[in-house]
T-cell receptor
Framework: DQQVKQNSPSLSVQEGRISILNCDYTNSMFDYFLWYKKYPAEGPTFLISISSIKDKNEDGRFTVFLNKSAKHLSLHIVPSQPGDSAVYFCAASVNAGNMLTFGGGTRLMVKP | DAGVIQSPRHEVTEMGQEVTLRCKPISGHNSLFWYRQTMMRGLELLIYFNNNVPIDDSGMPEDRFSAKMPNASFSTLKIQPSEPRDSAVYFC???????????FGPGTRLTVL
């Protein structure tokens, strides 16, 4: 039973446009959400996070939106750059605790 | 500051052999995590330690897997005996106390023939 799902395995976007990556969760106890980016042959790298007391968090080109009623979060990258091409994982935890549950990942390809 | 260090980066072994994966967390981090990434199951938590003590090992697939953390700067994940279905990328991650981000190592790609 997947508690965190990323339903789009891949996404292709033109450079300069917006990339929107989506994530759905089923466990209503999740209260802390993170996005990680992963390049081939490297470990996941933290990108941005959001607490359930917020509905938006922004860091430069990256913005995460949280819709608790829909149990949905999204990551917006504006503008997209070729260097953003990677696999993006969303993750969730209870009480901002140690145990992260990851989604299956979305492969983003940004075309020049 | 060095990140999480894992060794070896690649391991190829034959079924039935013992495999030991090693991890050095970031200095000052008191939580350490072992993850496994496979095509079928994605990225899943195997076990984590707080202050060198195993807290939750519910993700360890079976008794063939064991993990230790003898001190704050070193941890091992051992598979004995190894099987082809153990082939995966194994990641180690660490973080400071509190609701802080986990930092991942580069991973060990294990292939069991």
């Amino acid at each position: 039973d997947q508690q965190v799902k990323q339903n789009s395995p891949s996404l292709s976007v033109q450079e300069g446009r917006i990339s929107i990556l989506n994530c759905d969760y089923t466990n209503s106890m999740f209260d802390y959400f993170l996005w990680y980016k992963k390049y081939p042959a490297e470990g996941p790298t933290f990108l941005i996070s959001i607490s359930s007391i917020k509905d938006k968090n922004e860091d430069g080109r990256f913005t995460v939106f949280l819709n608790k009623s829909a149990k949905h979060l999204s990551l917006h990258i504006v503008p997209s750059q070729p260097g953003d091409s990677a696999v993006y994982f969303c993750a969730a935890s209870v009480n901002a605790g140690n145990m992260l549950t990851f989604g299956g990942g979305t492969r983003l390809m940004v075309k020049p | 500051d060095a990140g999480v260090i894992q060794s070896p980066r690649h391991e190829v072994t034959e079924m039935g052999q013992e495999v030991t994966l090693r991890c050095k967390p970031i200095s000052g981090h008191n939580s350490l995590f072992w993850y496994r990434q496979t095509m079928m199951r994605g990225l899943e938590l195997l076990i984590y330690f707080n202050n060198n003590v195993p807290i939750d090992d519910s993700g360890m697939p079976e008794d063939r897997f064991s993990a230790k953390m003898p001190n704050a700067s070193f941890s091992t994940l051992k598979i004995q005996p190894s099987e082809p279905r153990d082939s995966a990328v194994y990641f180690c991650a660490s973080r400071r106390a509190g609701p802080y981000t986990q930092y991942f190592g580069p991973g060990t790609r294990l292939t069991v023939l």
